[in-house]
T-cell receptor, first 110, second 115 residues
Framework: KNEVEQSPQNLTAQEGEFITINCSYS?????LHWLQQHPGGGIVSLFM???GKKKHGRLIATINIQEKHSSLHITASHPRDSAVYIC????????????FGTGTRLTIIP | DSGVTQTPKHLITATGQRVTLRCSPR?????VYWYQQSLDQGLQFLIQ???????AKGNILERFSAQQFPDLHSELNLSSLELGDSALYFC??????????????FGPGTRLLVL
């Protein structure tokens, strides 16, 4: 089974700062997901990527397949970015079930 | 709004009881996934249905069962409830059967409290 580690577990930053959240996994994968869980509990899929880099607004996700590592960056962070960010990967290569990291709790202070 | 609906939003029940959680996927999506999120275990995959058929199974207890109906809505049945079953239960949907290789759209969740 894929082991997923996220760092940091908790992150507090000032509004406007550049944020980086990291995700490492142990077994080769077909794709990696980044999810955002709002304080109210709802989950939103931010990115699914299998190589390179994707950008959506102020969010950028990168993945290095060889190093089994992905990063989620937030530019010009805002208090509304405060949420838990969760990385998810397949159980193992070719397996379509997702296994999840424990999440990074991000708090942006105005 | 993801387009995935779940009912009820909140459920409070007693140990030993049985409950049914309901999920309606986005229009056109054929796959439904069920996940459990508890404080100590985080998010865990329970089961996936694709077009009415069970497609993949995760750490789903024998006391739990699910099905997907011809109109593609799905129900998760939890029986002989224990305190440890208290959790957020999410349903997600995707277009095809690809699971980890597809974007999944999550419903708002059902918060279950077993007393």
């Amino acid at each position: 089974k894929n082991e997923v580690e996220q760092s940091p577990q908790n992150l507090t930053a000032q509004e406007g700062e550049f944020i980086t959240i990291n995700c490492s996994y142990s077994v080769g994968i077909s794709a990696l997901h980044w999810l955002q869980q709002h304080p109210g509990g709802g989950i939103v899929s931010l990115f699914m990527l299998s190589s390179g880099k994707k950008k959506h607004g102020r969010l950028i996700a990168t993945i290095n397949i060889q190093e089994k590592h992905s990063s989620l960056h937030i530019t010009a962070s805002h208090p509304r970015d405060s949420a838990v960010y969760i990385c998810a990967v397949p159980y193992n290569f070719g397996n379509e079930k997702l296994t999840f990291g424990t999440g990074t709790r991000l708090t942006i202070i105005p | 709004d993801s387009g995935v609906t779940q009912t009820p939003k909140h459920l409070i029940t007693a140990t030993g009881q049985r409950v049914t959680l309901r999920c309606s996927p986005r229009s056109g999506d054929l796959s439904v996934y069920w996940y459990q999120q508890s404080l100590d275990q985080g998010l865990q995959f329970l089961i996936q249905y694709y077009n009415g058929e069970e497609r993949a199974k995760g750490n789903i207890l024998e006391r739990f069962s699910a099905q997907q109906f011809p109109d593609l809505h799905s129900e998760l049945n939890l029986s002989s409830l224990e305190l440890g079953d208290s959790a957020l239960y999410f349903c997600a949907s995707s277009t095809a059967s690809g699971g980890a290789s597809e974007t999944q759209y999550f419903g708002p969740g059902t918060r279950l409290l077993v007393l």
